[in-house]
């Protein structure tokens, strides 16, 4: 009995654990640390390591106690799409591109990071190139890349 119970919470486990989306968290967090709340209300702002929260395995930090209140009350709303990475990179090449956290939108209600450096700003691409149709094939192809 102990045997098969070591079985399946092995079996479990391991498919759990494959089973988990990659976020981008560099530096340790999700948005590389700034606060996913204040996107929404159209700032890009860093979050205090002093108000942080933990939602699906990934810490995010928050700009105010407001804020933080706000994520835990319904994280889902704001976590990133697309695991945090550069929505345009996904759509257009299929691959997990870090981001510059003050370069999002907010499309439907989710919001979206952006890779920008240099004279690469992917927001204005995205925005150029027809974000609606960059969307669904961002969709399509973030079932492909999600779990590696």
């Known amino acids: 009995m102990r045997k098969l119970f070591l079985m399946l919470f092995l079996t479990t486990s391991s498919i759990a654990f494959a089973q988990a989306i990659d976020y981008n968290t560099k530096k340790g967090y999700a948005a590389s640390g700034y606060d996913v709340v204040a996107y929404f ?15 699906d395995g990934v810490n995010y930090k928050f700009s105010s106690q ?11 709303k704001y976590v990133p799409l697309f695991g945090g990475y550069c929505a ?5 090449s299929g691959k997990k591109v ?3 956290p003050e370069t999002y939108e907010i499309r439907d209600g989710q919001l979206l990071l952006f890779y920008n450096s240099g004279k690469t700003n992917t927001l204005e691409l ?10 669904i094939k961002a969709d399509q192809n973030w079932e492909e890349v999600k779990f590696k």
Do not use: C, M
């Open 88 to 92: 345009y990179a996904v759509a257009t």
């Open 126 to 135: 995205w925005l150029r190139e027809s974000p609606d149709k960059l969307k």
């Open 98 to 100: 870090n981001i510059n």
């Open 41 to 55: 209300d159209g700032q890009a702002l860093e979050g205090e390591k002093s108000l942080s929260a933990t939602h």
């Open 66 to 76: 407001q804020n933080l209140d706000k994520f835990n009350a319904n994280p889902e």
